[in-house]
């Protein structure tokens, strides 16, 4: 097929010469140990002036890198361009339990748009500690927490005891009540108005601090094991307001879709806080 499609004949067994042409000489094993010194210039000819010039390899191109860029094929380092690489951004991660999306990507990376609040951060409470406290050996100390609300629905939360065992440093007594969150307000940093506290009756030995969808809490801790960590573990429980969407309606002309609905259910979380060493 190849003879065919340049235009040589079938028949015709002679092959043109080419100019230059030397073919390779082959040695067998007995002929190279006879031999003192292989005479590369039947090779690759007249090495006198590649044997002068240094090779360095640190400043050659790999076969990989010369592949990347192919219209080019650089064989040294200063002549590489740097390369086109896709844009990089979040991977969606889902629940395992429910398979809900806890983190989606963006669609489009260049607009400019609000994040879809798909991931778990805007539904949890957050608990902090707001100020480490002083812990000593026996005696009972007051810890104050904070629980911010990130949710636009009024937040109930109620502290849960755990296993005994579970807090071998310290005794640990909780809230007996159910804190109420109000919701998140955007507009809150802007406009400073402190009408959350007069909606609620809070017990000043319970609640330290409402602002906003911020609200204080104390604890009770009373170290039991000194020159450790005091690690203490409880459970917090709160609701969530689920949105079940809606599938469009095929019976429309236009496709209507129905109102959500909500769901309320509610959240328990393993808490454990550590506060720090114990002196005795």
């Not at 094929?73 to 361009?81: A, I, M, R, S, T």
């Not at 005696?139 to 104050?144: D, G, K």
């Not at 296993?163 to 909780?174: Q, S």
Request: hydrophobic share 35%; aromatic share 8%.
């Amino acid at each position: 097929m190849a003879r065919s499609s340049s235009g040589m004949s079938l028949s015709d067994k002679s092959f043109p010469e080419l100019e230059g042409f030397k073919p390779a000489t082959a040695f067998g094993e007995e002929e190279i140990e006879k031999m003192e010194k292989l005479n590369l210039q039947d090779y690759y000819g007249d090495l006198s002036t590649d044997a002068e010039e240094e090779i360095e390899v640190s400043n050659k191109n790999s076969l990989k890198q010369i592949i990347q860029q192919i219209e080019n094929q650089p064989v040294e380092c200063k002549d590489l361009f740097p390369t086109s690489q896709m844009l990089v951004v979040k991977r969606s991660l889902r629940c395992k339990t429910c398979e809900h999306n806890l983190s989606k990507p963006e669609y489009n990376p260049s607009l400019v748009k609000f994040k879809i609040q798909l991931s778990a951060y805007y539904h949890i409470p957050e608990l902090r500690i707001l100020k480490l406290p002083s812990l000593k050996m026996g005696n009972t100390t007051r810890v104050e927490l904070t629980i911010t609300n990130p949710t636009q629905y009024l937040l109930n939360v109620t502290l849960l005891p755990v296993d005994i065992h579970l807090n071998a440093t310290a005794d640990l007594v909780l809230p007996n009540t159910v804190l109420q969150l109000t919701p998140k307000d955007d507009t809150g940093d802007i406009v400073d108005f402190d009408s959350s506290a007069s909606k609620f009756n809070d017990d000043p030995n319970v609640i330290s601090l409402r602002q906003g969808n911020k609200l204080g809490i104390y604890l009770f801790v009373t170290p039991t094991k000194g020159e450790v960590d005091c690690v203490v573990e409880f459970r917090m429980k709160h609701d969530y307001v689920y949105t079940i969407p809606t599938p469009l309606n095929p019976q429309h002309e236009f496709g209507d879709k129905q109102q959500p609905s909500k769901e309320v259910k509610w959240i328990t979380h393993s808490i454990r806080v550590n506060l720090g060493n114990i002196s005795l």
